[in-house]
């Protein structure tokens, strides 16, 4: 059995786009041999209905805090006047599954598309019309990315992301497991450092 790292996360996680520098440069310091599965969790299903208020606010406030603990972090509160925020990730979810369809490359700028616009540059991450933006800002193919965007196809694989995720027992984003064949290890994430998430994972490798 090939051991495996599977790094799960959803592209409206605020603290995904805050581990994204760190998740860079863990991958960097991975071994060569060792394949990296990206999967997607899903934080919220398909919705409409406007956010309340108390949500809004909650989510501020955790955008607040990861600009405190980790250093660099910028968020774009003008976000919060100039969209109508929604509850919904999964839309953004299958805009990196569709884009991932044309290649492996698109699927990873997707991911930092989506969290660009919403984190940084104020523009509604819950929207196909945003997610068909990215993909033509990123040179892809319009017309195959919108097809494969409402494909029944698209939103089986989501599922089975998702059902993956719960299947692995993780529970929050960014989560990191290592797969070997001794079983299933968490990795403890260290928010702005890759050198201690590589320790854990060289040490379990060389058990």
């Not at 919403?118 to 997610?131: E, F, G, K, M």
């Not at 694989?157 to 497991?177: A, H, N, W, Y």
């Not at 968490?186 to 490798?205: C, G, K, N, Y």
Request: with cysteine; charged share 20%.
């Amino acid at each position: 059995m090939t051991s495996t790292i599977y790094y799960f996360h959803d592209p409206m996680c605020s603290w995904c786009y805050a581990f994204r520098p760190a998740w860079k440069e863990i991958k960097k310091g991975l071994p060569t041999n060792l394949p990296v599965q990206s999967i997607l969790g899903g934080l919220a299903p398909d919705n409409t209905v406007p956010m309340p208020e108390d949500m809004k606010t909650r989510i501020q406030g955790y955008w607040r805090r990861i600009e405190e603990v980790v250093p660099g972090t910028i968020f774009n509160y003008e976000f919060w006047t100039k969209c109508t925020p929604v509850r919904s990730t999964y839309p953004a979810c299958r805009a990196i599954i569709a884009a991932e369809k044309q290649s492996s490359d698109y699927a990873e700028l997707m991911d930092e598309a989506i969290q660009d616009a919403y984190y940084r540059q104020a523009r509604n991450p819950s929207l196909s019309d945003t997610h068909i933006e990215l993909a033509l800002e990123l040179g892809m193919n319009t017309e195959k990315f919108k097809e494969d965007l409402a494909s029944a196809e698209t939103h089986e694989e989501l599922q089975r992301q998702i059902q993956l995720t719960s299947t692995m027992g993780v529970s929050g984003f960014p989560s990191l497991v290592l797969q070997t064949e001794q079983g299933r290890f968490p990795i403890q994430r260290h928010q702005t450092s890759a050198e201690p998430v590589l320790q854990q994972i060289e040490s379990i490798l060389n058990t």
